[in-house]
């Protein structure tokens, strides 16, 4: 494991079946749709973050608009990446009631910076871009 990662990621002992077992870093595939909606959904706010200079998160709905990732494929999602380190979840008031606000953590943002081969990257920014065209 590279010096940078082990900066920011410690194994942890997650539970499989009822036993624990210590979690160890892997390498990520981009042929699956997972990786494909975390790296949308992280772009987009990698991208606040870094270009727009916007601090603040996201709701879930506000996410799906922006990043083209299904509602409740991303609601299934988010607790895990939160859990995985990824994003950054924190309460903001919405329209009428509080809800989660997500923000990109450093795991998020090594992933982006050094995971995503950058052919994927550039078909990604391309899909968010056309997801962007429908709405």
């Known amino acids: 494991m590279s010096r940078e990662v ?22 990520a595939t981009f042929n699956g749709r997972h990786n494909a909606c975390k790296a949308k959904v992280l772009l987009v706010l990698y991208h606040r973050k870094h270009k727009l200079n916007q601090t603040d998160g996201l709701s879930l709905a506000e996410l799906c608009a922006v990043s083209g990732v299904g509602y409740n494929y991303m609601g299934s999602r988010v607790g895990k990446w939160v859990a995985w380190d990824y994003l950054v979840r924190k309460i903001k008031q919405g329209m009428n009631r509080p809800v989660y606000s997500y923000s990109i953590a450093k795991r998020g943002e090594h992933f982006i910076e050094d995971r995503i081969p950058r052919e994927r990257l550039k078909d990604y920014l391309e899909e968010i871009r056309a997801s962007r065209v429908k709405s």
């Open 6 to 27: 082990a900066d920011y990621w410690m194994p942890k002992i997650v539970f499989v079946n009822g036993k624990p077992v210590k979690a160890t870093p892997h390498e």
